[in-house]
């Protein structure tokens, strides 16, 4: 379970969604330190996604402003 918690403190560190509000964890001091091994994993799926987003709208708009809105 410490795992899980730590998976979901690295995802609402490196993002904006508030996990601890919906899950209720109280996150110790431990679970910080787990928290490190999923930033790289969390990092190439907020990386897939962005570039999916800019591939999709790549034809509709520049990609000076595919840049600003992603």
Known sequence: MSLLKAFFLSF???????????LHFDYQEKDFRRSIIF??????FIGIINISIYYLLYSF?????????I
């Open 12 to 22: 609402s560190f490196l993002t904006n969604i508030p996990f601890s509000l919906f």
């Open 39 to 44: 930033f790289p994993i969390i990092g190439f």
């Open 61 to 69: 708009f520049s990609s000076s402003v595919n840049i600003l809105i």
